[in-house]
């Protein structure tokens, strides 16, 4: 398994950016599909982004679209989440997650998917 340290989250108003960072340790990070899940008080843990191993394919949920934007950097072992235009229902904490197979070709958005996570970071958004 990869460790996952995040970071970047903070409180921020309405139409705001913020970057979150994951830091991974351990071996084969640029094997590792990435994604990026976030869980509201009371909801369940939801997919909002995600990265194909060699950083040439995204998946970005549609509420995302045109705000988020996943990028990954093999060489830092570090994949970054900048959200832009930040809104009252983003409001989460963001969990940073490796794939639990190396080299697949799709992005998954199911929880089972992953089997490494970070601690989380909180991200608040004031309307």
């Known amino acids: 398994q990869v460790q996952l340290v995040e970071s970047g989250g903070g409180l921020v108003q309405a139409g705001g950016s913020l970057r979150l960072s994951c830091v991974a340790s351990?071996?084969?990070?640029?094997?590792?599909?990435m994604a990026w899940f976030r869980q509201a008080p009371g909801k369940e843990r939801q997919f909002v982004a995600g990265?194909?191993?060699?950083?040439?394919?995204?998946s970005i949920i549609d509420s995302g679209k045109g705000r988020f934007t996943i990028s990954k950097v093999n060489a830092k072992n570090t994949v970054y989440l900048e959200m832009n235009n930040l809104k009252p229902e983003d409001t989460a904490v963001y969990y940073c997650?490796?794939?639990?197979?190396?080299?697949?070709?799709?992005?998954?958005?199911?929880?089972?998917?992953?089997?490494?996570w970070g601690q989380g970071t909180q991200v608040t958004v004031s309307s």
């Open positions: 997650a490796a794939d639990r197979f190396v080299l697949r070709p799709s992005i998954e958005r199911e929880l089972g998917e992953y089997d490494s």
């Open positions: 351990g071996h084969a990070f640029d094997s590792y599909n």
């Open positions: 990265v194909q191993w060699n950083g040439r394919a995204t």
